[in-house]
């Protein structure tokens, strides 16, 4: 069972849920943080990394002596990744989506790949949760190619819960394209609701099943509940605003800690996705 | 003319509410929503859309069963784990493309040997030019799931230079997306300054420094606003800190305010819809920036 923590907007407390249900579960569990652009999870969990590896991605070379400046490999790049200077093809890595097109298509075989690190993957264990993350290097535009690095990581029968990165795009979307469930965790402003409804859209789009956290439910107004409502969308937990919840996450302590109410209403709300 | 970048790396810090606020403030600009795929600036500044485009960009594969082979040469090729195969692949295989996961890159169309995949354009959504009683807004609306964000951001910068330049406008204030990958980076290239807003968490703290790294690697400098600073004073003087040995200039805070919900839930800019200690610090922040700037 794979169960995403997603949103639209950010700052919505994704990681906080996703670490207090992987905290409230009773059997073995796996947390994948896979917002790789900004992955938090680790901050809280602390985890001891076992295992470290570095993300790859296979970047073309030209061999300028077997390059006869055809320009196939040039036509066939979606991402004007290759220029022909002077006769011969220039790469422009960066640009680079790392399809491999350009090595199968090339008459003369003047294109090899080599590998270039753009980020890593690492997994460890804390608090009885098995924690995988990975991290995009700074510079680095393909995040969703390190999502799926981590997502490789899945638990095939057991649950796995994965941190979303926030938005609707390409990386909100590599994260959440294949999972059972996924919880939009949002909170009651117009932004909040705003963006809930880009990302109902999305995950309706991928024909996911999808329920809805509130996060600071006593701040804002009612325009998410009665949105939910008229949608018919499962509203699952309100998590109230305190101070105590702010200060404890503003430190990196466990939210359970500061709130060990809440901890049974993860448990229920766990049971009632993946049951 | 300058462009000042407005990020956070973590979401939800209060990037929107400070742009909108700036918005109110600036003299003479244009604004731009670089959030793309959640864009909320337009909910505070009620813009009046004057011309809509479509925003088509790449392309996306799509097989046509009629004359599908069932080879399997698509699924071999893809490196984007986007070809499905329902059965065997020796017996009554169906492939399809599942469009969430394609990247558009065409090996699959190239590489088929009935040359049974179409290849058409992807329509990825829509950007506006529009007025608001503030200036001029260009903002935009990504497809759900849609693909090419970045080159989405990089059409809505610069279509905003073109309308500062046309009207003499000096500044453009861009509301920029989360994080730090390709839409990031397509709306930090080439800008005069970013204004980083954080929080006081660890969060805040680690997702910032990631902030400074891509700005001095695009060569722009960045100051830095701590937003709610007093939910953990100790934090917000560690995170100023950070921010000047990494070369950024601390401009302000703002203190923890529930009018800055209110405004919003108003649709208003904090600065216009209170005179609380948000509003007071967010315009000597404004102040402060606009000096640094000019």
């Known amino acids: ?275 | 003319m300058k462009e000042l970048v407005i990020l956070s790396g973590k979401g939800g810090t209060g990037k929107t509410s400070v742009a909108a606020s700036f918005a109110a403030l600036a003299r003479n600009a244009v604004f731009a929503d670089a959030d793309v795929d959640a864009a909320d600036l337009h909910l505070v500044l009620h813009p009046e859309i004057q011309v809509r485009h479509k925003f088509r960009s790449g392309h996306e594969a799509v097989i046509r069963q009629a004359d599908c082979l069932r080879c399997g040469a698509c699924l071999a090729h893809c490196r984007f784990d986007a070809v499905r195969m329902d059965g065997k692949e020796d017996g009554e295989a169906t492939f399809t493309i599942d469009p969430s996961a394609c990247e558009g890159c065409g090996v699959c169309v190239e590489l088929c040997p009935a040359e049974a995949i179409d290849f058409p354009e992807r329509m990825c959504g829509e950007w506006f030019v529009s007025q608001t009683r503030f200036g001029p807004l260009v903002h935009a609306r990504l497809r759900p799931a849609g693909e090419n964000s970045g080159k989405l951001v990089t059409q809505v910068r610069t279509e905003a230079r073109r309308i500062a330049e046309r009207k003499a406008r000096n500044l453009i204030v861009v509301d920029g997306p989360p994080g730090i990958g390709c839409p990031v980076i397509a709306s930090v290239t080439g800008a005069s300054a970013v204004l980083a807003v954080t929080e006081p968490t660890v969060s805040g703290e680690h997702d910032l420094a990631r902030v400074f790294k891509l700005a001095r690697r695009f060569g722009v400098p960045a100051f830095v606003c701590v937003n709610k600073w007093d939910i953990n004073p100790a934090m917000t003087e560690r995170i100023e800190q950070q921010a000047a040995a990494a070369g950024a200039t601390v401009v302000g805070r703002i203190p923890y305010d529930r009018a800055v919900t209110d405004a919003q839930v108003n649709g208003q800019p904090v600065v216009e819809f209170s005179k609380g200690p948000a509003a007071q610090h967010i315009q000597q922040l404004w102040e402060h920036l606009w000096k640094s700037l000019v």
């Open chain 1, 1 to 275: 069972m794979k169960l995403a923590i997603a949103s639209g907007k950010g700052g919505t407390g994704k990681t906080t849920v996703a670490l207090c249900l992987a905290l409230s579960a009773d059997g073995p569990v796996r947390l994948l943080d896979c917002d790789v652009e900004e992955p938090n999870c680790h901050l809280f969990l602390k985890p001891e990394i076992r295992h470290r590896e570095p993300v790859m991605l296979p970047v073309p070379v030209v061999d300028a002596a077997k390059c006869d400046g055809c320009g196939k490999c040039r036509q066939l790049c979606q991402f004007n990744a290759i220029a022909v200077l002077k006769g011969k093809a220039v790469v422009f890595p960066e640009l680079c989506h790392s399809c491999g097109g350009c090595v199968k298509v090339c008459p003369t075989h003047a294109i090899r790949e080599v590998e270039c690190e753009i980020g890593f993957v690492e997994q460890g264990t804390s608090n009885g949760v098995e924690f995988v993350t990975g991290s995009l290097n700074v510079g680095q535009p393909l995040a969703p190619a390190i999502i799926r690095a981590v997502k490789r990581h899945a638990n095939g029968d057991g649950l796995t819960i994965l941190d979303c990165p926030p938005g609707t795009a390409c990386a909100m979307v590599a994260s959440v394209r294949d999972a059972d469930h996924v919880l939009l965790v949002t909170e009651p402003t117009p932004f909040g609701l705003h963006d809930l409804k880009l990302a109902v859209d999305t995950v309706r789009e991928l024909k996911r099943s999808f329920s809805v956290v509130i996060n600071r439910a006593d701040i804002g107004d009612n325009r998410v509940l009665d949105y939910c409502r008229a949608e018919n969308i499962p509203v699952r937990l309100q998590i109230p605003e305190g101070r105590r919840i702010a200060e404890a996450y503003s430190r990196g302590e466990p939210v359970l800690a500061a709130a060990p109410e809440l901890q049974e209403k993860f448990r229920q709300l766990l049971a009632e996705v993946t049951g």
